[in-house]
């Protein structure tokens, strides 16, 4: 079964900086694609992030670019999202998510995705 755990979110000022980490259990990590996806109130999910099996490749939307990094290490099982210059439009509930194919940089849907940690940027 396979679960994924977010933490790290909370409130931060404009400009901030927060890192998001997401705990996984029964699947491989290296043998999976991982995710970043964040949803706004009123709004749907928007990808965010992406990095591939061996944690090597790095993929984001371009609202996030030169921002976010993402990263994995799978000693831990764990996902990171490191967020810079946070702005008010990245305010947000973001999930880490996964899917059973690879190769694919933006999801139309994934297969599993964790409860979300909030962020919210605000002055």
């Known amino acids: 079964q396979v679960q994924l755990v977010e933490s790290g979110g909370g409130l931060v000022q404009p400009g901030g900086s927060l890192r998001l980490s997401c705990v996984g259990s029964?699947?491989?990590?290296?043998?999976?694609?991982m995710y970043w996806v964040r949803q706004a109130p009123g709004k749907g999910l928007e990808w965010v992030a992406s990095?591939?099996?061996?944690?090597?490749?790095?993929w984001y939307a371009d609202s996030v670019r030169r921002r976010f990094s993402i990263s994995k290490d799978c000693s831990k099982n764990t996902l990171y999202l490191r967020m810079n210059n946070l702005k008010p439009e990245d305010s947000a509930r973001y999930y880490c998510?996964?899917?059973?194919?690879?190769?694919?940089?933006?999801?139309?849907?994934?297969?599993?995705r964790g409860q979300g940690t909030q962020v919210t940027v605000s002055a």
């Open positions: 029964g699947f491989t990590c290296n043998n999976h694609w």
């Open positions: 990095t591939d099996t061996a944690g090597g490749g790095a």
């Open positions: 998510a996964t899917i059973d194919r690879i190769g694919v940089i933006s999801p139309a849907e994934y297969t599993y």
